[in-house]
Nanobody, 124 residues
Framework: DVQLQAFGGGLVQAGGSLRLSCAASGFTFDDYAIGWFRQAPGKEREGVSCISSSDGSTYYAASVKGRFIISSDKAKNTVYLQMNSLKPEDTAVYYC?????????????????WGKGTLVTVSS
């Protein structure tokens, strides 16, 4: 079974940093795009960033580009999201997700598999 477990959420002041981790199991890491989505209270879920472990290609939403960095560790089957210069508007539940195939498919079609979310709260 595909399993995705997200870790690392918490409370941080504006301007601070957090690193989220997504531990993946049950599938061949290189065959999937893995990404982070978030949902703020009262808002729709949005894509934040995703990565293809097979070729290292990445995507960032405009709202986080230059502040967030996504990376993967194939040896650990883990994807990280380093979040810097956090803003109150980054407050949301962050979800790790995966989709079989290239990065482009995830960008267009979203994810097939979802982990439980982790809450990130940025105080002003």
């Amino acid at each position: 079974d595909v399993q995705l477990q997200a870790f690392g959420g918490g409370l941080v002041q504006a301007g601070g940093s957090l690193r989220l981790s997504c531990a993946a199991s049950g599938f061949t890491f290189d065959d999937y795009a893995i990404g982070w989505f978030r949902q703020a209270p009262g808002k729709e879920r949005e894509g934040v960033s995703c990565i293809s472990s097979s070729d290292g290609s990445t995507y960032y939403a405009a709202s986080v580009k230059g502040r967030f960095i996504i990376s993967s560790d194939k040896a650990k089957n883990t994807v990280y999201l380093q979040m810097n210069s956090l803003k109150p508007e980054d407050t949301a539940v962050y979800y790790c997700a995966a989709r079989y195939g290239p990065l482009g498919l995830m960008r267009v079609l979203g994810a097939d598999y979802w982990g439980k979310g982790t809450l990130v709260t940025v105080s002003s």
